[in-house]
């Protein structure tokens, strides 16, 4: 079956402009992760959905970030006011109950530059 | 402050050569402890992971040693094939959340 999908796969923006990313998790998982990833880093999380209950977004750099995820499904992240430090690959991850006993599915992710 | 520290950044080995990537970690809450590959252009990839309960975890060429009491746990690949060259991450976990070590580059010469 298809695997995490996420649009656009590359997004060129000017500093100061709004941005949204796209995730399309595999049908029938309740997590769903975001995560950045920085030229030569590892990952960073970012903010962690798992059902119905209330996000986890204690990894949120700035009130700049905020996500949401429609009917337990699509999940959007919104940079508004992207800054040059914005500039990294988002991915999206997810898996069918807890990552920590189900395997957890990445994205290809966006590569997002801010010029 | 680094929740997980990995070890080195980039590797070199000869085919049928093992590679050996190692992980230090300070929370000792985490209980769960899993290991990507990255292939360029693609998402990472969960390869193996083991939890805290055991100190070893072998499948296939890939196999994880942990030691709870040191806070350390690698990652050893048997036979290494130029198909391995990849960056690899090791993550640790507590309540669902996600720490990942800074990667290593891994260059299999054939």
């Known amino acids: 079956g298809a695997g995490v999908s996420q649009s656009p796969s590359n997004k060129v923006t000017e500093k100061g402009k709004d941005v949204e990313l796209r995730c399309d998790p595999i049908?029938?998982?309740?997590?769903l992760y975001w995560y950045r990833q920085s030229l030569g880093q590892g990952l960073e999380f970012l903010i962690y959905?798992?059902?119905?209950?209330?996000?986890?977004k204690s990894g949120l750099p700035s009130d700049r970030f905020s996500a949401e995820r429609t009917g337990g499904s699509v999940s959007t992240l919104t940079i508004q006011r992207t800054q040059q430090e914005d500039s990294a690959v988002y991915l999206c991850?997810?898996?069918?109950?807890?990552?920590?006993?189900?395997?957890?599915?990445f994205g290809p992710g966006t590569r997002l530059t801010v010029l | 402050q680094q929740q997980v520290k990995q070890s080195p950044q980039s590797l070199i080995v000869q085919k049928g050569g093992i590679s050996i990537i190692n992980c230090a970690y300070e929370?000792?809450?985490?209980?769960?402890f899993p290991w990507y590959q990255q292939f360029p252009g693609k998402g990472p990839a969960l390869l193996i992971a083991?939890?805290?309960?055991?100190s070893e975890k072998k499948e296939g060429r890939f196999t994880i040693s942990f030691n709870k009491s040191a806070k350390q746990f690698s990652l050893h690949i048997m036979d290494s094939q130029p198909g391995d060259s990849a960056t690899y991450f090791c993550?640790?976990?507590?309540?669902?959340?996600?720490?990942f070590g800074s990667g290593t580059k891994l260059n299999v010469k054939p």
């Open positions: 991850a997810s898996s069918l109950g807890s990552p920590s006993r189900d395997t957890q599915y």
């Open positions: 049908s029938g998982h309740t997590a």
């Open positions: 959905f798992q059902g119905n209950s209330a996000p986890d």
């Open positions: 929370n000792t809450a985490f209980d769960y």
């Open positions: 083991i939890r805290p309960d055991v």
């Open positions: 993550a640790a976990s507590n309540f669902n959340k996600f720490y």
